[in-house]
């Protein structure tokens, strides 16, 4: 089978004791069947140590994966972190005895079309550190494997994955195209995302194949666009941005550090009188900082990590659109929150800040199937997530 994932991928180390968060803390840990088998035959003092903190699911409870989990301690850490926020059953049994959920974190699988797509989470600053390492356009490696998926897949449901993964990729080529700003190249990405959805809708996915990346590329150049500034003025895009705030204040809360740049995001633009306007200052102001900076590349960084991480999980509801609409409003969120940092610091925003912000937003949407599925209500039924409303919030 192929194996693909991004090019930095194969330099990722986790870095422990050393690394300033934790993967062992903010949510519920799952126990897979075969670990939860093994943790109950350990002998000793760990063995009851281990027996006396797991769990199992009861039927109702939402968002179990499996039939037993950790007993977490306060703030959601796992009850094997210690003071040093290193693994006490690595410590005491080894890596080979780390359950299925923390052997892969904080790696992301997707199987499908008989192949397997592998990333990391920005949710680890390690990952972010190498997300951002540098200016270069993101590849993707290809290897063939001696391996195998557990699922049975027919031919119709291979040709399909086959479809979206060229359409996904095609979004990709966009996002990647220099020539354009990152902000017009997103909206050529949304562009091309709705056709892509028009042939999912009209039950002919084999006409993605006609759709072109470069023409969407090529309508975009012709388009006017004036960077920081949109037809429908600055007081529409604020709204917009009010609309999104609704959204993420209510959604499931992963960390005080999610709370705290809501927060942040409230005590810089939320003022009735000058809101719409403080929000705009930022805006550009930021996006003029990190094009002096050579930095823009950053966001392009981001949508490329996003757009491999969820436009092809639309196999499975056929929501092409959707998946672009996350990679766009993941976008937009981070874009805000970086706009209400870099007013709170003075007008500067450093790397580290950087690191920061994408990890608080990671947590928040990555780690929570609660979240995720919230999100996708809204982008149906929400109000200011059409296609156009987040084009005009770009």
């Given amino acids: 089978m192929i194996l693909r994932y991004p090019s930095y991928y194969d330099k990722f180390r986790c870095i422990a004791g050393d690394c300033e968060s934790t993967c062992c803390a903010g949510w519920e840990i799952d126990i897979d069947d075969e670990s939860y088998r093994y943790y109950m035959s350990v002998p000793g003092e760990f063995g009851r140590r281990l027996r006396e903190h797991i769990k199992q699911y009861e039927p109702e409870d939402e968002g179990a994966y499996e039939s037993h989990g950790f007993l977490l301690k306060k703030n959601k850490r796992c009850p094997f972190l210690n003071a040093e926020n290193l693994c006490d059953i690595y410590r005491e049994l080894g890596e080979e005895a780390l359950c299925e959920v923390c052997t892969n974190t904080p790696r992301n699988l997707l199987e499908y079309g008989g192949e397997r797509e592998l990333s990391i989470s920005a949710s680890c600053p390690e990952a972010a550190r190498l997300l951002y390492r540098s200016s270069e356009i993101t590849t993707f490696v290809e290897k063939e494997i001696e391996d195998h998926l557990d699922f049975e897949e027919s031919e119709e449901e291979i040709a399909f994955a086959g ?9 990709i080529r966009i996002l990647q195209y220099r020539q354009l700003s ?10 091309y995302a709705k056709e892509v959805q028009m042939c999912l809708n009209e039950n002919e996915p084999e006409r993605i194949v006609t759709l072109s990346p470069e023409d969407f590329i090529r309508e975009r150049e012709e388009k006017t666009w004036k960077k920081g500034r949109l037809s429908n003025g ?17 959604m499931e809360s992963i960390s005080e550090e999610w709370e705290e740049m809501l927060k942040l995001l409230e005590r810089q633009f939320a003022a009735p009188s000058d809101g719409a306007a403080r929000y705009e200052k930022a805006i550009t102001g930021l996006q003029g900082y990190l094009e002096d900076s050579d930095r823009e590349y950053e966001y392009e960084q981001l949508l490329v990590y996003y757009t491999f991480l969820c436009v092809s999980r639309c196999v499975d509801d056929y929501d092409f659109l959707g998946k672009a609409k996350v990679v766009a409003v993941s976008f937009l969120m981070i874009r805000d929150m970086d706009a209400a940092l870099f007013v709170e610091k003075g007008e500067k925003y450093e790397k580290a800040d950087r690191i920061k912000v994408v990890g608080i937003y990671a947590r928040e949407l990555e780690h929570s199937e609660e979240n995720m599925e919230y999100l996708a209500e809204e982008f149906l039924f929400g109000e200011g997530y059409r296609t156009e409303d987040i084009i005009d919030s770009i």
Wanted: no cysteine; hydrophobic share 40%.
């Fill in 163 to 171: 479809l979206i993964r060229r359409a996904r990729d095609g979004g």
């Fill in 234 to 250: 600055e007081k529409h895009r604020y709204g917009l941005f009010l609309k999104r705030m609704i959204s993420f204040t209510s």
């Fill in 182 to 191: 990152v902000y017009e190249r997103l909206a050529a990405f949304l562009e």
